[in-house]
């Protein structure tokens, strides 16, 4: 049952393979040229994988530490992840001790997958959905330590790598337009985005943003579904 989990899930994540892997050498490169081995490369992508956040977190390895503009940093980097939880609740009732990984992996890219696959018939859930999480979150793992080694070893030009991250996000903004019809909830997100950041300034405007866009999109899923 386990090995049938494995051969369902490995192929739905090898695009997230070729993202990651160049991702995660991108972070290893900056981690790096800010002094640090291939270890920390190791304990940050395993203990935090926050993909964004760590690309963040490298500033505030270097800097002095502040408690608090570090949990609102981080809540607000990745605010996200709340509605990702919630969405998921259903879908993560029934997978056991495998639940706390689950929740923990739950990236943009293991979030997209888990919500478009459905095991085969035969395939057990609970283990389709960990071996998703599990192996991307080892290519991002894989791909850190590369960076970082290769940083330590090559001397690198770091400027402009931590736009890697904001690269990826426009990539699946731009297929998920293409491939979708209905193009309201992406025009919703942009305009609330855009809205709160001039409204907020930098500080505020992701949490408030997807607070509106949450009750924005439940709002249109009622009325869509009462039509």
């Known amino acids: 049952m386990i090995k049938k989990a494995f051969r369902a899930a490995f192929p739905l994540t ?5 993202g990651y892997l160049f991702l995660g050498i991108a972070f290893g490169v900056l981690l790096s040229s800010k002094g640090f081995h291939a270890g920390w ?10 993909g964004s956040m760590q690309f963040v977190a490298i500033d505030l390895l270097v800097q002095p ?18 509605f990702y939880g919630l969405s998921m609740l259903d879908k993560f009732r029934d997978t056991g001790k495998a639940k706390p990984y689950l929740i923990f992996s739950l990236t943009d890219e293991t979030y997209s997958l888990l ?8 395939v057990s859930r609970k283990w389709f959905f960990f071996f998703i999480a599990a192996l991307d979150h080892l290519y991002w793992i894989l791909g850190s330590v590369i960076g970082c080694a290769a940083g330590n070893l090559i001397p690198f030009d770091s400027t402009g790598i931590d736009f890697a991250m904001t690269a990826l996000f426009l990539v699946i903004f731009t297929e998920q337009w293409e491939s979708s019809k209905d193009h309201t909830p992406a025009i919703l997100g942009v305009l609330f985005t855009v809205l709160c950041r001039v409204l907020f300034g930098t500080d505020w405007f992701i949490p408030l943003a997807m607070v509106c866009i949450f009750v924005s999109l439940t709002a249109y899923r009622k009325k869509e579904a009462s039509l």
């Open 115 to 122: 919500c478009s696959a459905d095991p085969p018939e035969g």
């Open 41 to 50: 490369a190791v304990f940050m992508s395993v203990a935090i994988y926050a």
């Open 14 to 18: 090898l695009p997230v393979f070729m």
């Open 65 to 82: 530490f502040h408690l608090l503009s570090t949990v609102l940093l981080t809540l607000t980097v990745n605010a996200r992840h709340l």
